[in-house]
């Protein structure tokens, strides 16, 4: 086993590319939910590399990939996951623990700011795309300059 623990990447929703393969995304699944779990929030891990239930609830809901490097690691297990000893357990705890502590969120988006008749709207900049697009559609149509709205 190897001495390195990697952290999957926790992308945002909408920067997370599409697995459009139903039996890739079945087996990366399999292989996903049988990780050791990690800590009490939903952590698993492999050994070498640790995931959130946000990497599966994605994958299994929206078809959304998780991190590549952790994608093709699976793949080149032909995702079959190893037993995790005690051990190894142990380390990727500590892992987990130190990344949750030194995590860095997103950089902060800024409000969408926008004017309608009755005034000014001042939305969360970090909208889906889904949530940005019905915002476009009931104020029609797409913003031309970001963060602003005449």
Same mark, same amino acid.
């Given at each position: /086993?190897?001495?390195?623990?990697?952290?999957?990447?926790?992308?945002?929703?909408?920067?997370?590319?599409?697995?459009?393969? &139903?039996? !890739?995304?079945?087996?990366?699944? #399999?292989?996903?939910?049988?990780?050791?779990?990690?800590?009490?929030?939903?952590?698993?891990?492999?050994?070498?590399?640790?995931?959130?239930? $946000?990497?599966?609830?994605?994958?299994?809901?929206?078809?959304?990939? +998780?991190?590549?490097?952790?994608?093709?690691?699976?793949?080149?297990?032909?995702?079959?996951? +190893?037993?995790?000893?005690? $051990? =190894?357990?142990?380390?990727?705890?500590?892992?987990?623990?130190?990344?949750?502590? =030194?995590? #860095? +969120?997103? &950089?902060?988006?800024? &409000?969408?700011? #926008? @004017? =309608? !008749?009755?005034? $000014?709207?001042?939305?969360?900049?970090?909208? #889906?795309?889904?949530?940005?697009?019905?915002?476009?559609? /009931?104020?029609?149509?797409?913003? !031309? $300059? +970001? @963060?602003?709205? &005449?």
């Amino acid at each position: /086993m190897s001495s390195s623990i990697f952290i999957a990447r926790q992308d945002r929703e909408e920067d997370r590319p599409r697995l459009p393969d &139903p039996k !890739e995304r079945a087996r990366l699944l #399999t292989y996903l939910g049988q990780g050791r779990p990690v800590g009490a929030d939903g952590a698993r891990t492999d050994g070498v590399w640790i995931w959130t239930e $946000t990497d599966l609830r994605h994958l299994r809901d929206r078809a959304l990939r +998780p991190d590549p490097e952790l994608c093709r690691h699976a793949a080149a297990r032909r995702y079959v996951p +190893p037993q995790v000893d005690e $051990t =190894t357990a142990v380390r990727a705890e500590r892992a987990w623990q130190a990344a949750l502590l =030194t995590r #860095t +969120p997103h &950089p902060a988006t800024p &409000p969408i700011v #926008t @004017g =309608t !008749e009755a005034g $000014t709207l001042t939305v969360a900049g970090d909208l #889906t795309a889904r949530e940005r697009a019905i915002l476009d559609e /009931m104020l029609g149509g797409p913003d !031309e $300059t +970001p @963060g602003r709205r &005449p």
